[in-house]
C-alpha cells in the first residue's frame, strides 16, 4: 500500500513511477486529502487518503513569569475518595493549590515600582478558573495574576491560610438543622449561611499610588457577606471556610 506524507501549507503536484513513467492526477482536497485516479497503463488507484503529519507542541523546561505574574506547580489531583474508592479523571476535582516556583519582576503603579509580594516556595492557593496552565518538565503548571491568588497556607489546615490583597477569610456559621417547626432538614434543603467570623484578613488592595489601603474589618467580626461570594473550602476538622473580597461583605454584625 502506498504511503505518502505531507508536510508545509499547501500541496503543489503529485506523481507516482509505475514502470519507469511517471503519471500524475487530479488532486481533491476534502477535510481529508484524498487524490483522484491515477492511471498509468488504464490501472486505477482509487481513495488513497493522505494524512497530515502529528503536530507536536514542543516542551518547554523553564518559564519566566512576567510584571506581576507568578508560575505554580500544581499540585496533584485527589485520586481517590476519602472512603478509597478510585475516581475516574473527569470525576477528579480540579486542585486550587500548589507551589510558586517563579514571579515576575512586579509592575509600576504611579511613579512606585511594586514588587510581587509572594515569595518563591510558598505553597498558595488560587481562584478556581483563573490562569493559564502550561506543561513544564512533564508536570503541570499554571501562570497566573498575583491578584488571582488568594491566599498563603502556611499549614495543611485551611484555617491557617493567609490572605492576600482585599481578601478575608470567614469561618461559616453552622447552617440550622431544623426548620423553626421542629422539622428535621437534609444536608441538601439546608439553606446555605451567608454570615461568618472572620478568621483573618488581607493587607488591603494598592491605590493608584502603589500604596497599600487597610480594609475596613478586622479578625474576629460577625459579618453578612454575598451569598454566592468568595471560593469555599472546608478544614481538617470538617469546618467550612470561605475567601472572599473585602467588596463582597455587607454588614458588620453586632
Same mark, same amino acid.
Given at each position: 500500500?502506498?504511503?505518502?506524507?505531507?508536510?508545509?501549507?499547501?500541496?503543489?503536484?503529485?506523481?507516482?513511477?509505475?514502470?519507469?513513467?511517471?503519471?500524475?492526477?487530479?488532486?481533491?482536497?476534502?477535510?481529508?486529502?484524498?487524490?483522484?485516479?491515477?492511471?498509468?497503463?488504464?490501472?486505477?488507484?482509487?481513495?488513497?487518503?493522505?494524512?497530515?503529519?502529528?503536530?507536536?507542541?514542543?516542551?518547554?523546561?523553564?518559564?519566566?513569569?512576567?510584571?506581576?505574574?507568578?508560575?505554580?506547580?500544581?499540585?496533584?489531583?485527589? +485520586? $481517590?475518595?476519602?472512603? =478509597?474508592?478510585?475516581?475516574?479523571?473527569?470525576?477528579?476535582?480540579?486542585?486550587?493549590? &500548589? #507551589?510558586?516556583? @517563579?514571579?515576575?519582576?512586579?509592575?509600576?503603579?504611579?511613579?512606585?515600582?511594586?514588587?510581587?509580594?509572594?515569595?518563591?516556595?510558598?505553597?498558595?492557593?488560587?481562584?478556581?478558573?483563573?490562569?493559564?496552565?502550561?506543561?513544564?518538565?512533564?508536570?503541570?503548571?499554571?501562570?497566573?495574576?498575583?491578584?488571582?491568588?488568594?491566599?498563603?497556607?502556611?499549614?495543611?489546615?485551611?484555617?491557617?491560610?493567609?490572605p492576600l490583597n482585599?481578601?478575608?477569610l470567614i469561618k461559616?456559621?453552622?447552617?440550622?438543622?431544623?426548620?423553626?417547626?421542629?422539622?428535621?432538614?437534609?444536608?441538601?434543603?439546608? +439553606? $446555605?449561611?451567608?454570615? =461568618?467570623?472572620?478568621?483573618?484578613?488581607?493587607?488591603?488592595?494598592?491605590?493608584?499610588? &502603589? #500604596?497599600?489601603? @487597610?480594609?475596613?474589618?478586622?479578625?474576629?467580626?460577625?459579618?453578612?457577606?454575598?451569598?454566592?461570594?468568595?471560593?469555599?473550602?472546608?478544614?481538617?476538622?470538617?469546618?467550612?471556610?470561605?475567601?472572599?473580597?473585602?467588596?463582597?461583605?455587607?454588614?458588620?454584625?453586632?
Open positions: 500500500m502506498a504511503s505518502v506524507q505531507v508536510s508545509g501549507a499547501g500541496v503543489g503536484a503529485a506523481a507516482f513511477s509505475v514502470k519507469g513513467k511517471a503519471s500524475t492526477g487530479a488532486l481533491r482536497l476534502r477535510s481529508t486529502l484524498t487524490f483522484g485516479e491515477v492511471c498509468p497503463a488504464r490501472r486505477a488507484f482509487r481513495g488513497l487518503v493522505v494524512r497530515a503529519a502529528t503536530v507536536v507542541a514542543p516542551k518547554y523546561t523553564t518559564l519566566k513569569p512576567l510584571a506581576d505574574r507568578v508560575l505554580v506547580k500544581i499540585n496533584s489531583s485527589e +485520586e $481517590k475518595t476519602t472512603g =478509597g474508592i478510585l475516581l475516574p479523571t473527569t470525576a477528579q476535582s480540579r486542585p486550587q493549590g &500548589g #507551589e510558586v516556583v @517563579a514571579v515576575g519582576e512586579g509592575r509600576i503603579i504611579g511613579d512606585k515600582k511594586v514588587d510581587v509580594s509572594i515569595q518563591v516556595g510558598a505553597q498558595v492557593v488560587y481562584s478556581k478558573y483563573a490562569g493559564t496552565e502550561v506543561a513544564l518538565n512533564d508536570h503541570s503548571h499554571l501562570v497566573l495574576k498575583e491578584d488571582d491568588v488568594i491566599g498563603i497556607l502556611e499549614t495543611d489546615d485551611v484555617k491557617d491560610m493567609k482585599d481578601r478575608v461559616v456559621a453552622e447552617a440550622e438543622d431544623k426548620t423553626p417547626g421542629g422539622l428535621l432538614l437534609t444536608e441538601t434543603a439546608k +439553606e $446555605k449561611p451567608s454570615i =461568618g467570623t472572620v478568621v483573618a484578613v488581607g493587607p488591603g488592595p494598592l491605590d493608584e499610588d &502603589g #500604596e497599600r489601603l @487597610a480594609l475596613s474589618v478586622s479578625a474576629g467580626s460577625t459579618v453578612l457577606y454575598s451569598k454566592y461570594a468568595g471560593s469555599e473550602f472546608k478544614g481538617a476538622d470538617g469546618t467550612n471556610y470561605i475567601v472572599l473580597r473585602a467588596s463582597d461583605l455587607m454588614a458588620v454584625l453586632s
